[in-house]
């Protein structure tokens, strides 16, 4: 796992992710000198002082997107995506930090993984299900359940087994609270958590903020919406093509 994690960090390198400055071994240990994120994690932050508002989660979980889709882009996969892995550097800075699970693919996106990776609050619902599945589908559904976690500070699927868990996350459901907006709901609802895998893989390549609702809730001017993600998806939902209709 360490060498895993030391080969991630080694080749990646963007402003929202934990910078790996040296590797020191001794005759006993290995020592990692990392980025110091003075801030602190993100879990800490909301299990303090509550939920975030909507304003304020915003430009902190755009953040959390763009490292991911720079990883996706180099075809690397996190596969532990959580608030606890979410750390601050300055006030409104946010890092991705953590890529003991990480794992690079190597005959492509559509290459299948078999690894049980991450925290089961996080897990999708083919962690659970299936031998094998696609990585970024899987960081895809972990980025909702951080979303949701963000602006409630509770998670979508509570248990006191993991048995009960995995039940859960199966099932699908989930009760968004009231005070979350229209926007958010749908960045939730129709971009991640109720979306099979297959429609999660459309998007999981490339980036969610690929309709309307989730430029406005993300921030317009944060990142270019691509033309290729956009026909697939279309210009609102997922639900509006007979091709992503089809997989749903």
């Known amino acids: 796992m360490l060498a895993r994690e030391i080969a ?3 080749a990646i390198h963007h402003p929202n992710i934990i910078r790996l400055y040296e590797v020191v071994e001794t005759y006993s240990k290995i020592y990692l000198v990392m980025e110091y994120a003075r801030g602190g994690e993100l879990f800490n932050k909301l299990t303090t002082y509550g939920r975030f508002q909507e304003c304020d989660a915003k430009p902190l979980f755009a953040q959390v997107i763009s490292a991911v889709e720079y990883m996706h882009e180099h075809n690397f996969i996190h596969r532990d995506i959580k608030a606890e892995n979410v750390f601050y550097s300055a006030p409104s800075l946010v890092k991705l930090g953590d890529f003991g699970f990480s794992t690079q693919l190597t005959t492509g996106r559509e290459q299948q993984l078999n690894t ?26 972990a980025l909702g359940v951080l979303l949701f976690f963000m602006v409630t500070a509770q998670m979508p699927f509570k ?3 993991v048995a009960s868990l995995k039940k859960h996350i199966l099932d699908g459901s989930f009760i968004v609270p009231a005070h979350v907006s229209a926007q958010c709901r749908a960045l939730i609802g129709n971009t991640t958590l109720l979306m099979c895998a297959q429609c999660r893989a459309l998007i999981g390549n490339t980036t969610l903020l690929v309709c309307a609702q989730c430029r406005a809730l993300i921030g317009n001017t944060t990142f270019l919406v691509r033309a290729q993600c956009r026909a697939l998806i279309g210009n609102t939902t997922l639900l509006v093509r007979a091709q992503c209709r089809a997989l749903i």
């Open 8 to 10: 991630t960090m080694e």
């Open 116 to 141: 049980f990776c991450g925290s089961p609050p996080y897990a999708a619902p083919e962690l659970f299900r299936d031998e094998s599945y696609l990585g970024a589908p899987v960081d895809v559904w």
């Open 159 to 161: 248990a006191q087994t």
